[in-house]
């Protein structure tokens, strides 16, 4: 009977201590587990923490340098196409860019101190007159003509192109400018390249003040040289713009007075711009000067007029007179 009691004892301990050890057992494996995906999680976290810590400066960077770049890129976006071009636009001297490139001009700031208006036009023959080629013109593209004669492209009648100014430069620059029923022209030089002529098209006025740029920003600018041709001299008493203000000059008489004049009530002109009729001289005197010229309408019919100038008691007296009426004016 004891030992039986004995041999109960004994299994029911051993069946105790087996529960034990399982138990045991089974919260090892628990925390070993939990802690490996805890482990792995907190790689994850830490692998992905990296990963975005990375990836902001680069996006940063990126974005900054895209920047840097566009920046760059504006302010060092050349201004001229060519050296050339860049060598005829430093002969005015004091230039600035005035806009965006988007406005298509590239303004011109010309100042007194370097710049002259100037009335010396045995100095503009000198280096002007002649006949200028581009080095590859267009197939329409005639050389340019300047002279005292009507083959001048300033003289070229009604509706074309007209001189505003003559400038002395800064240095040896020398440059004038037409004026047009669509625009305005610039042309300048070197005295010390004589030979090489720079039309930069821009926009008229009384001093060089916008230079028209093309679609890819640039300012339009040719070179032109001279060639061979002779300058052509005026036939039939022909009256160039430059002879017209040299006898203004001479005389003392308001240039105005020479070539201005609206007939029949401000329906038919003779102006020194749009409707510049060719002047022909018929007599010259101290005291008295006559023309030969019409007035119209450059859109339809044009008349006949002389121009008589006289000095009455030394103030000069103009007198418009036609086939059908005279009027002193």
């Not at 999680?41 to 940063?60: G, R």
């Not at 000198?126 to 006949?131: A, D, N, R, T, V």
């Not at 620059?173 to 004026?179: I, M, P, R, S």
């Not at 007035?295 to 121009?307: K, L, M, N, Q, W």
Request: charged share 25%.
């Amino acid at each position: 009977m004891k030992k039986k009691l004995f041999l109960l004892i004994a299994l029911f301990a051993f069946i105790l201590s087996s529960c034990g050890n399982q138990s045991d057992v089974s919260q090892g494996v628990v925390s070993e587990s939990e802690m490996s995906v805890a482990s792995e999680s907190s790689d994850n976290s830490s692998q992905l923490s990296d990963s975005e810590d990375e990836s902001d400066p680069a996006d940063e960077t990126t974005e900054s340098d895209a920047e840097e770049i566009t920046d760059q890129s504006e302010d060092d976006k050349p201004m001229f196409a060519s050296e050339e071009d860049k060598a005829a636009f430093e002969l005015l001297g004091d230039y600035y860019d005035s806009a965006t490139y988007s406005t298509r001009y590239v303004g011109l700031h010309i100042t007194g101190e370097s710049w002259e208006l100037s009335g010396d036009y045995e100095l503009f023959r000198k280096y002007f007159f002649g006949s200028w080629e581009k080095d590859e013109p267009q197939s329409w593209e005639t050389p340019l003509v300047i002279d005292d004669s009507e083959s001048a492209f300033i003289a070229k009648n009604c509706m074309s192109f007209f001189l505003l100014e003559f400038f002395k430069g800064s240095g040896d620059v020398l440059a004038f400018q037409v004026g047009s029923a669509g625009g305005g022209t610039l042309f300048l030089l070197d005295r010390n390249n004589p030979d090489t002529l720079y039309e930069a098209e821009g926009t008229p006025g009384e001093s060089p003040n916008g230079i028209l740029s093309g679609e890819d920003g640039f300012p339009n600018v040719w070179t032109l040289h001279k060639n061979d041709t002779d300058p052509n001299e005026p036939e039939n008493n022909y009256l160039s713009v430059y002879r017209l203000r040299e006898m203004a000059q001479k005389y003392g008489i308001d240039y105005s007075m020479i070539v201005d004049v609206e007939w029949k009530k401000d329906i038919l002109y003779h102006d020194s711009k749009y409707c510049f009729y060719p002047m022909y001289l018929v007599s010259e005197a101290d005291d008295r000067i006559e023309i030969l010229t019409q007035a119209g309408d450059p859109y339809s019919y044009a008349v006949d007029i002389r121009i008589i100038l006289q000095n009455i008691d030394g103030e000069w007296v103009r007198t418009v007179e036609s086939d059908d009426a005279a009027t002193q004016q």
